[in-house]
């Protein structure tokens, strides 16, 4: 009896110790992220409190991450990718399960897949960046035609198109904005010729914010992210308008954590979870219900900045064709 009560103790001691692995295993979710440190930090830790779901980060470019899940598409080992594209998650659909978010009607259908395959998350919109110690507030171009002005040669910080995706979209915006084709090339081309290109888009920030530019062509957050730690940066939305480059979220096709992933994809739209993303980050919410004006960072409603059509699609296409003309655009502009 003795010795039938210790296996029957062992057996027991064994399935609880599988139940409880399984349920450690149910908390778990792998998180393959494009966004940076600071952003991956604060959301997996808020989130990882609110729910016991243990997030294991991949942090990686973008581009690395779709290669990524593709090559493990027979077998996932990530369950939500995060931080990208509407260009990579509507090019790599098939990758990613639907999902009707439960703040789905809360974002304009513009930021999601009608199939819900993605629902974006972050806007980042094209601005130039003003130092006013170096150039007084009011003394700043009003527009992306006024960089042309021979005045700002040498002035303006702008990232490589090569090692940055946001300043490719500038450069093929402005194409079309300013007549497309040969003409619009043109105008890129004499543009160019008054920019000090950098190897990377923190270049631009940290050289507008610490005073090595006057100017820089970044991404709207950097503005208010520099200027509440100090640093005399004023945001400029160019007034012949810009563009909205979105970033989203997808549930990984047969990814091991599903239902973790779901939570997720709820968790990361939340109303509260984006006012808190905002304070911390300046990161602009898809939402359209996050009332911007009560929150740091100044921003303007998405209503209030000229948004221009820009050919994401397109231009994606011809990405590695358009490269190599940048590439001799810059070579003619030195």
Do not use: C
């Given at each position: 009896?003795?010795?039938?009560?210790?296996?029957?103790?062992?057996?027991?001691?064994?399935?609880?110790?599988?139940?409880?692995?399984?349920?450690?295993?149910?908390?778990?979710?792998?998180?393959?992220?494009?966004?940076?440190?600071?952003?991956?930090?604060?959301?997996?830790?808020?989130?990882?409190?609110?729910?016991?779901?243990?997030?294991?980060?991949?942090?990686?470019?973008?581009?690395?991450?779709?290669?990524?899940?593709?090559?493990?598409?027979?077998?996932?080992?990530?369950?939500?990718?995060?931080?990208?594209?509407?260009?990579?998650?509507?090019?790599?659909?098939?990758?990613?399960?639907?999902?009707?978010?439960?703040?789905?009607?809360?974002?304009?259908?513009?930021?999601?897949?009608?199939?819900?395959?993605?629902?974006?998350?972050?806007?980042?919109?094209?601005?130039?960046?003003?130092?006013?110690?170096?150039?007084?507030?009011?003394?700043?171009?009003?527009?992306?035609?006024?960089?042309?002005?021979?005045?700002?040669?040498?002035?303006?910080?702008?990232?490589?198109?090569?090692?940055?995706?946001?300043?490719?979209?500038?450069?093929?915006?402005?194409?079309?904005?300013?007549?497309?084709?040969?003409?619009?090339?043109?105008?890129?081309?004499?543009?160019?010729?008054?920019?000090?290109?950098?190897?990377?888009?923190?270049?631009?920030?940290?050289?507008?914010?610490?005073?090595?530019?006057?100017?820089?062509?970044?991404?709207?957050?950097?503005?208010?992210?520099?200027?509440?730690?100090?640093?005399?940066?004023?945001?400029?939305?160019?007034?012949?308008?810009?563009?909205?480059?979105?970033?989203?979220?997808?549930?990984?096709?047969?990814?091991?954590?599903?239902?973790?992933?779901?939570?997720?994809?709820?968790?990361?739209?939340?109303?509260?979870?984006?006012?808190?993303?905002?304070?911390?980050?300046?990161?602009?919410?898809?939402?359209?219900?996050?009332?911007?004006?009560?929150?740091?960072?100044?921003?303007?409603?998405?209503?209030?900045?000229?948004?221009?059509?820009?050919?994401?699609?397109?231009?994606?296409?011809?990405?590695?064709?358009?490269?190599?003309?940048?590439?001799?655009?810059?070579?003619?502009s030195r």
């Amino acid at each position: 009896m003795k010795f039938g009560k210790i296996r029957w103790l062992a057996l027991t001691a064994l399935l609880l110790g599988g139940f409880a692995g399984t349920a450690w295993a149910q908390k778990k979710l792998v998180v393959y992220s494009a966004n940076d440190s600071t952003l991956n930090d604060l959301v997996f830790a808020a989130f990882a409190k609110e729910t016991g779901i243990q997030v294991e980060p991949v942090a990686a470019g973008s581009g690395v991450l779709v290669r990524r899940l593709q090559a493990e598409k027979q077998r996932p080992l990530g369950d939500i990718i995060w931080g990208v594209s509407r260009s990579l998650l509507h090019t790599n659909k098939s990758l990613f399960t639907p999902y009707v978010s439960k703040n789905r009607d809360a974002t304009p259908a513009d930021f999601r897949d009608p199939d819900n395959l993605w629902i974006g998350n972050n806007l980042h919109l094209l601005v130039i960046l003003q130092n006013t110690k170096l150039v007084p507030a009011d003394q700043g171009p009003k527009s992306w035609a006024d960089l042309l002005d021979p005045k700002w040669k040498g002035k303006i910080a702008f990232t490589d198109p090569a090692n940055s995706g946001s300043a490719y979209q500038t450069v093929t915006m402005l194409v079309d904005l300013w007549g497309g084709g040969e003409e619009g090339w043109k105008k890129v081309t004499a543009l160019f010729k008054n920019m000090k290109v950098l190897n990377r888009s923190s270049l631009v920030f940290q050289g507008v914010g610490n005073g090595e530019y006057p100017l820089g062509i970044s991404l709207e957050y950097a503005g208010p992210l520099w200027a509440s730690g100090g640093a005399p940066v004023k945001v400029i939305y160019p007034t012949d308008g810009t563009s909205a480059s979105m970033e989203g979220v997808a549930v990984v096709k047969d990814g091991p954590n599903t239902e973790q992933a779901k939570a997720f994809v709820d968790y990361i739209n939340r109303k509260d979870v984006r006012e808190m993303i905002l304070k911390a980050t300046f990161r602009r919410p898809t939402r359209s219900d996050v009332d911007l004006s009560n929150l740091p960072g100044g921003m303007p409603a998405l209503s209030a900045v000229k948004i221009v059509k820009y050919d994401e699609d397109g231009w994606t296409d011809r990405r590695a064709k358009t490269l190599e003309r940048i590439k001799d655009v810059l070579q003619d502009s030195r």
